[in-house]
């Protein structure tokens, strides 16, 4: 069955760094567009981060511009989330998403939870 498991949450201080992993399995992993998404405390879930099957392009939401780095390896099925200079406004349970441009298929994974906090 579809799984997209993240991994590489947790708690760390302000400035500091995480890279958040998703391993995926179950589908045509390079045939998926992938992004990151998070969700904080009572906000609506937002893209932070996308990129394409081939990881030939990405995209970032202004908050992530020049501090979180989307990457992808197709042979080991994985998403990553480089993340640094964080600031506590970046904690939230940060989700994998994978689309399908061609069949329009979208999957989630479970969440990981980043805090940012002194």
């Known amino acids: 069955q579809v799984q997209l498991v993240e991994s590489g949450g947790g708690w760390v201080q302000p400035g500091g760094s995480l890279t958040l992993s998703c391993a995926a399995s179950?589908?045509?992993?390079?045939?998926?567009?992938m992004n990151w998404y998070r969700q904080a405390p009572g906000k609506e879930r937002e893209l932070v981060a996308f990129i394409t099957t081939t990881g030939g392009s990405t995209n970032y939401a202004d908050s992530a511009k020049g501090r979180f780095t989307i990457s992808r390896d197709n042979a080991k099925n994985t998403v990553y989330l480089q993340m640094s200079s964080l600031k506590p406004e970046d904690t939230a349970v940060y989700y994998c998403n994978a689309h399908s441009p061609y069949t329009k298929n979208n999957y989630w994974g479970q969440g990981t939870q980043v805090t940012v906090s002194s």
């Open positions: 179950g589908f045509t992993f390079s045939r998926y567009a």
